[in-house]
């Protein structure tokens, strides 16, 4: 696509339950990241995507958050048992790696009541 | 750990004056700079890209330098207009990870 895309764009979801965000990015772009925006909070660094490897996971939160990414394309986050204080925008961005340009997409908004 | 600073944190100003958005980050080791702007409930739209050894780089009415040795970067907005009201944020990139600032929010008064 032209562009880095998000899915779903807004996610309402109780306690407890899991949820799956999707990215999709920019063709050929190898290099995929996950960023976390809490409200009035600055970027947050989730997960770093080389290909299909996962070369840095060091900003997941918890072992309640993990991603994949398969065929150098797609990524999942997912994010079991939901609290409260997942509640944020998650934003997906990709590029090519080194000292590449990276572009993001729109965000998953995620609200858990 | 690479710290990003940005001042102001907020700046509002009248249509039609230039603006100038402050960046500072605390390890000169960067591949690159990268200047965002953030509407209301959007992502990040890429602004201007600056690799590491470079000195400014153009867009239109979008100016930014980069000073790596002090570990500095300023964005330049000329004539700023009310579609210029967003947020702007600063991002190093130092070997994949890109360290954000806070942003710094702009309202451009009619």
């Known amino acids: 696509g032209a562009g880095v895309s998000q899915s779903p764009s807004n996610k309402v979801t109780e306690k407890g339950k899991d949820v799956e965000l999707r990215c999709d990015p920019i063709?050929?772009?190898?290099?995929l990241y996950w960023y976390r925006q809490s409200l009035g909070q600055g970027l947050e660094f989730l997960i770093y995507?080389?290909?299909?490897?996962?070369?840095?996971k060091s900003g997941l939160p918890s072992d309640r958050f993990s991603a994949e990414r398969t065929g150098g394309s797609v990524s999942t986050l997912t994010i079991q048992r939901t609290q409260q204080e997942d509640s944020a925008v998650y934003l997906c961005?990709?590029?090519?790696?080194?000292?590449?340009?990276?572009?993001f997409g729109e965000g998953s908004r995620l609200t858990v009541l | 750990k690479q710290e990003v600073t940005q001042i102001p944190a907020a700046l509002s100003v009248p249509e039609g004056e230039n603006l100038v958005l402050n960046c500072s980050f605390t390890?000169?080791?960067?591949?690159?700079l990268q200047w965002f702007r953030q509407d209301p409930g959007k992502g990040l739209t890429s602004l201007l890209l600056?690799?590491?050894?470079?000195r400014e780089q153009t867009s239109g009415r979008l100016n930014a330098s980069l000073d790596k040795s002090s570990g500095r970067s300023t964005l330049y907005i000329a004539a700023s207009q009310p579609g210029d009201s967003a947020t702007y944020l600063c991002?190093?990139?130092?070997?994949?990870?890109?360290?954000f600032g806070a942003g710094t929010t702009v309202t451009v008064r009619a």
């Open positions: 961005a990709s590029g090519v790696a080194g000292s590449g340009e990276l572009f």
């Open positions: 063709s050929g772009h190898t290099a």
């Open positions: 995507f080389q290909g299909n490897s996962a070369p840095d």
């Open positions: 390890d000169s080791a960067i591949y690159n």
């Open positions: 600056i690799q590491s050894s470079q």
């Open positions: 991002a190093v990139k130092d070997d994949y990870k890109l360290s």
